[in-house]
């Protein structure tokens, strides 16, 4: 079996990493959420849930007694201290997860999509960095449209994010999603090939 490259995929919100995690999917390659692997290793009887009540208190709970994200984010977003303190709590089991799906996995290439990678400092683990942006108004008017977020909604959650002129001077590729569908995929597949190119057709 040829040895594994995995690549991180990254960008701020409303950058479009979803929709370039789909088109990877739909292509038939596995990528690896670390969205996904945050709410699994905080779900109800897992170690990361009893950490963030400890942490947080029951306040972040909803009536059923599972961590609301919604009050969760509302919580951190506003206070960089307890920020901190959820991803300290989070990114070790997160980054755990996803070693784990690496590992079980037995494609040779994989990508995962890593909301802070440089943030946490995460690049070190991958192969490869991915960076998707897009112009600071076409993502205040996506987050605006897609999930509904108000101006100060998108301030806030855009300061806790390093800016995407940091992230392209770190990242291995460029990814830009201003325009159409078809555009981004192009961009993809000509990624793709490269990748062909580089470690020989996978």
Known sequence: MPEKKVIAITGIIGSGKSTLSKALRERGYLVIDCD???????????????????????????????????????????????????????????????????????????????????ESGWEKYFDESWVVVADEAVVIKRLKQNRGMDDEAIKARLKTQMKSEMKIKKADHVIVNNASLEELQSQIDSLLHGVDKRDGKR
């Open 36 to 118: 996904q692997g945050s709410r699994l290793c905080c779900d109800k009887g897992t170690l990361g849930y009893q950490q963030m009540i400890d942490a947080f208190s029951a306040c972040i709970l909803d009536a059923a007694g599972n961590i609301d994200r919604q009050k969760l984010a509302s919580l951190v977003f506003a206070d960089p201290e307890k920020r901190k303190q959820l991803e300290a709590i989070q990114h070790p089991l997160i980054l755990a997860w996803v070693k784990e799906q690496c590992a079980a996995s037995t494609d040779a290439l994989i990508f995962v999509e890593v909301p802070l990678l440089f």
